[in-house]
């Protein structure tokens, strides 16, 4: 599939430059058009009302002072945007120009969970930075679960943004089924492919299963080498270990909707890898 648009949500946090950083990276190499959002709620709505009859002019000079410090905050993270940008010889602009990677920052008034879930329907894929101490964060959700689009996640800190050395997690389930499918132009266009896949996950017909998974990637062309592993009692470590050892560059992974959390580790949730991962996942 050819991205036209990515979306990207500012969350939460101090380190904005380099998550901004990391999502043009990401624009860049798919040569797309992004859009890097954030949000703001009105101070009038988030304080408590009652604050208003109590303080009179004073909390109305107290709700001036706030915009005034959101507005100011944004201003910032947009000359954070123009100058990387800049760095990254990517165009501003609000409409998309084919075959050329362009950038737009746009504020939005509202709850940004919210916000991030409604717009990310317009889009082809979402960029979302993994949340702080892995813990999902309602705009981290919003972007991975309720977008229902194709979502990359990157950690916070990318310097570099490449899908040459992939390595798919394969659960046999829906979720990574629907991940592999997805993925298939990511994986033909990559150097190397390697897949992953344990016991537990390949159930009693564990030989005839991977057979079928090999003539899968076959019939798309994909060369691919093929590994079951064991797992360990932390969720997620067994795939950040391999991920690491293979040199990949990005990971394919399913994604589990009904509790929040992805599925990406082989059988648990996904806190310890978002928590320590420094490669993107693809979902």
């Known amino acids: 599939m050819k991205y036209k648009k990515i979306l990207f949500p500012i969350g939460a946090g101090d380190d904005i430059e380099p998550r901004i950083y990391g999502a043009l990276k990401v624009a860049k190499w798919f040569n ?3 859009e890097v959002l954030t949000c703001q709620l009105d101070p009038s709505v988030v304080y408590n009302m009652k604050m208003t009859l109590r303080g009179g002019v004073l909390f109305e000079e107290f709700l001036k002072s706030a915009k005034a410090e959101l507005a100011v905050e944004h201003e910032l993270n947009e000359k954070k945007f123009n100058k990387i940008c800049s760095e990254l010889n990517i165009k501003i602009s609000d409409e998309v120009i084919e075959g050329e990677c362009t950038a737009k920052f746009v504020v939005y008034q ?18 979302a930075a ?4 892995g813990k999902i964060t309602g705009t981290f959700e919003s972007a991975v679960i309720k977008s229902g689009k194709n979502v990359i996640a990157i950690p916070r800190n990318l310097h ?3 899908a040459n050395n992939i390595l798919v997690s394969w659960t046999a389930t829906p979720q990574s089924s629907r991940a592999l499918t ?14 992953i896949t344990s016991k537990a996950s390949l159930g009693d017909n564990a030989e005839i299963n991977l057979k079928k998974l090999e003539e899968y ?3 798309h062309g994909i060369s691919a080498t093929f590994e079951v592993i064991d797992t360990t ?3 997620g470590e067994a795939l950040l270990r391999v991920a690491k050892d293979t040199n990949s560059d990005l990971i394919v992974a399913g994604r589990h909707g009904e ?3 992805m599925e990406m580790v082989l059988g648990g949730t996904s806190r310890f890898f978002l928590e320590h991962t420094t490669i993107p996942v693809f979902m």
Not at 130 to 133: A, E, H, L, Q, R
Not at 182 to 187: F, I, K, T
């Open 130 to 133: 993994v949340p702080i101490d």
């Open 259 to 261: 509790n929040g959390l």
């Open 110 to 127: 509202g709850k940004r969970s919210a916000i991030v879930e409604q717009e990310s329907k317009f889009c082809d894929m979402v960029v």
């Open 32 to 34: 797309t058009h992004i």
């Open 217 to 219: 990637f076959k019939l």
């Open 182 to 195: 997805s993925s298939l132009d990511l994986l033909k266009r990559a150097k190397k492919v390697h897949c």
């Open 160 to 162: 570099e943004f490449s």
């Open 233 to 235: 009692a932390i969720p």
